[in-house]
């Protein structure tokens, strides 16, 4: 549990606030989870995992009196999930030390929203986020390099008052990493966006929720560089 949840706030931006909830539950789960894994070419590995849960007393945002909402328990739900896991090694293709690799979580969510009594996906559960990567191991010159990329990703959150999501698109990280002694270690990174979007759905009432306006932005993300030096004892 977050302690936040059962304090009350405000975000000032999205013109929310929320009521504190002292009879929250922690959630609980019974998971069932079938996982085949396959290796081959030495490190190289394919990796499929399904996984159904149970949930009894889920979390997410429920309603409260007078217009407030507060984090609490919305009943039972279910997860249905497919992860896959690739990752090859290219020596055989020339490409020494290196590694092509694939992985993405699909998620199915049902949970009945509190408010319209509707089934719904639990808030802020992504439904998929594949990722490509790239590495390599350069031994004589004590370095590891490699990059991912992430074509879509983004959540959703479900609100009495509002939907909120917000999707990105085009992630690039790309990132170097030199060890000149077992101890040492200097990492340098840079993260890429090429569109991050929000959109905020606002709802006139809670009992027939007429759209009241659909807010919209389209933010110019920035670019982040990070230099890391680590030094063990």
Do not use: C
Not at 120 to 146: C, E, Y
Request: glycine letters at 10%; charged letters at 25%; proline letters at 5%.
């Amino acid at each position: 549990l977050d302690f936040g949840d059962f304090a009350a706030s405000a975000d000032l931006e999205d013109e929310n606030v929320f009521g504190g909830n002292i009879d929250l539950e922690p959630e609980q789960r019974w998971i069932s989870e079938l996982i085949y894994e396959r290796r081959f070419l030495g490190d190289g590995i394919v990796s499929i995992g399904l996984r159904h849960d149970e949930i009894v007393d889920a979390i997410d945002v429920i309603p409260l009196d007078d217009g407030l909402s507060a984090v609490g328990n919305i009943g039972d739900g279910t997860l249905d999930q497919l992860a896959l896991n690739i990752l090859v090694p290219m020596d055989w293709a020339g490409f020494t030390g290196g590694r092509l690799g694939f992985r993405n979580t699909w998620n199915h969510t049902e949970v009945t929203d509190p408010t319209t009594g509707e089934v719904r996906p639990i808030s802020n559960v992504r439904g998929s986020q594949a990722t490509f990567t790239i590495a390599q191991d350069i031994t004589s010159w004590k370095l590891q390099w490699g990059g991912a990329y992430i074509p879509l990703l983004g959540q959703t959150s479900f609100d009495p008052d509002q939907r909120f999501a917000w999707r990105g698109h085009d992630y690039f990280e790309f990132w170097a990493e030199y060890k000149p002694t077992p101890t040492l270690s200097i990492r340098a990174q840079v993260n890429l966006w090429d569109e991050f979007d929000q959109e905020r759905i606002a709802y006139g009432d809670r009992v027939t929720r007429p759209i009241a306006y659909i807010e919209t932005r389209e933010i110019d993300p920035r670019t982040f560089y990070q230099i890391r030096l680590r030094k063990t004892f």
